[in-house]
């Protein structure tokens, strides 16, 4: 199986700061790598796909980037309602394995 | 309006069996690759299972495989999963999602609100 690993575990942030995830897979996955949000009770909500295509609807504050083994989910400018847990998926073999989960929180 | 609504969840002794819905409106299930994820108490997400949109293959997380057979009625628009000999680990919100593609590995753009199963004696 495909390990996702996942930095930093946490991080606190104020509304307009730039955050940036960090994904790494144990083995390549080309560009084959979903990044997703999910809130407190809430399912999750896919922002990014194909490593860098974002999905419709989703503000363009949210990039991606990386292929291969490394990846990077950036927020330009944080705003209040990011304030969530993400998350990253492998999409490449399965079982299609997800990271431990990055928490933003208010600083 | 696209979406999906999981049924089915409850509290169940171990070792015995819990079958969960999923019902899709606004799109056809047999024309998208359907998930399974779940995620127990203040954890992380798992992915469960998969069915192909054209129902020819279906994968399972090794935790479940076995005891777990996920399957679709085209008829009734409406995805499952079957869950046999539960375990205490098994204790999770089940949320089903779409493909964002038929056949492109890109992930999952609908989920379900989720439902949860308890399994305890």
Redesign the interface.
Request: aromatic share 24%; glycine share 8%.
């Given at each position: 199986?495909i390990q996702m690993t996942q930095s930093p575990s946490s991080v606190s942030a104020s509304v307009g700061d730039r955050v940036t995830i960090t994904c790494r897979a144990s083995q390549g996955i080309s560009n084959?790598l979903?990044w997703?949000q999910?809130k407190p009770g809430k399912?999750?909500?896919?922002l990014i796909?194909?490593a860098s295509?974002l999905?419709s609807g989703v503000p363009s504050r949210f990039s991606g980037s990386g292929s291969g083994t490394d990846f990077t989910l950036t927020i330009s400018s944080l705003q209040p309602e990011d304030f969530a847990t993400y998350?990253c998926?492998q999409?490449?073999i399965?079982?299609?394995?997800?990271?431990?989960?990055t928490k933003v929180d208010i600083k | 309006q696209v979406q999906l609504v999981e049924s089915g969840g409850g509290v169940v002794q171990p070792g015995r069996s819990l079958r969960l819905s999923c019902a899709a409106s606004g799109f056809t299930v047999s024309s998208y690759g359907m998930h399974w994820v779940r995620q127990a108490p203040g954890k992380g997400l798992e992915w469960v299972a998969v069915i192909w949109y054209d129902g020819s293959t279906k994968y399972y997380a090794d935790s479940v495989k076995g005891r777990f057979i996920i399957s679709r009625d085209d008829s009734k628009n409406t995805l499952y999963l079957e869950k046999n000999s539960l375990r205490a680990e098994d204790t999770a919100v089940y949320y089903c999602a779409r493909d964002i593609a038929p056949t492109i590995p890109y992930g999952m753009d609908v989920w379900g609100q989720g439902t949860t199963v308890t399994v305890s004696s």
């Open positions: 199986d084959w979903a997703y999910q399912a999750p909500k896919v796909y194909a295509s999905q998350y998926q999409a490449d399965f079982p299609r394995t997800f990271g431990p989960g | -």
